[in-house]
């Protein structure tokens, strides 16, 4: 079964450092990217940007470029997101996906990964 | 870029059918077909629909159908049944890399 799973929530305050995960089964994990989506409560999806794990390939949308980093380790099958300095607005829900091409369609989703930043 | 437009709400009876919009621009929707729907339930991930404008994902009901015109993308629902309650997202190739993805504001999907 093609599958992402994501690592679980995490609460953590202004200014610290958060780095997050989703891990691959099922699948060449170096063959497909991987995308990352935020979800703030009530709102719509976002899209982040998107990695490809064969050669570290990464794109970020305009609105994110700068503000979080995206990174895979092909030998665990893992990407990850990460922020050196979160702020109250980096709280939400981010989901990882399978993308079938750089700006192409999300399958399978993962279950997700609440972060809540507050003082 | 601005995000593709949908209507934030859409209802139908058991039975009907609905069809959800998505409106881009001449530079998107108008000339890819990088067009995906995902139906995401309260409390759950989002899930695929169809990807590359009209095709189904393996598994996902025939009830289920997409279609574009122009810059506009559709995603229809026939014979309603009350599990299709959720929040409906398109989603779109934004026509240059720089950009990436588009995604719709959402629509929730009422069966009454």
């Known amino acids: 079964e093609v599958q992402v799973v994501q690592s679980g929530p995490e609460v953590k305050k202004p200014g610290e450092s958060l780095k997050i995960s989703c891990r691959g089964s099922?699948?060449?994990?170096?063959?497909?990217?991987i995308g990352w989506v935020r979800q703030k409560p009530g709102k719509g999806l976002e899209w982040m940007g998107v990695?490809?794990?064969?050669?570290?390939?990464?794109r970020y949308s305009p609105s994110f470029q700068g503000q979080v980093t995206i990174s895979a380790d092909k030998s665990i099958n893992t990407a990850y997101l990460q922020w050196s300095s979160l702020k109250a607005s980096d709280s939400a829900m981010y989901y990882c996906?399978?993308?079938?091409?750089?700006?192409?369609?999300?399958?399978?989703w993962g279950q997700g990964c609440l972060v809540t930043v507050s003082a | 870029q601005s995000a593709l437009t949908q209507p934030p709400s859409a209802s139908g009876s058991p039975g009907q059918s609905v069809t959800i919009s998505c409106t881009g621009t001449n530079s998107d929707i108008g000339t890819f077909t990088h067009v995906s729907w995902y139906q995401q339930r309260p409390g759950k991930a989002p899930r695929l629909l169809i990807y590359?404008?009209?095709k189904r994902l393996s598994g996902v009901p025939d009830r289920f159908s997409g279609s574009k015109s122009g810059n506009t993308a559709s995603l229809t629902v026939s014979g309603l049944q009350f599990e299709d309650e959720a929040d409906y997202y398109c989603a779109s190739y934004a026509g240059r890399n720089e950009l990436g993805l588009l995604f719709g504001g959402g629509t929730t999907l009422t069966v009454l």
């Open positions: 990695i490809y794990p064969g050669d570290s390939d990464t």
């Open positions: 996906a399978r993308h079938g091409g750089p700006y192409k369609w999300f399958d399978p």
């Open positions: 590359e404008v009209n």
């Open positions: 099922g699948y060449n994990f170096t063959n497909y990217w």
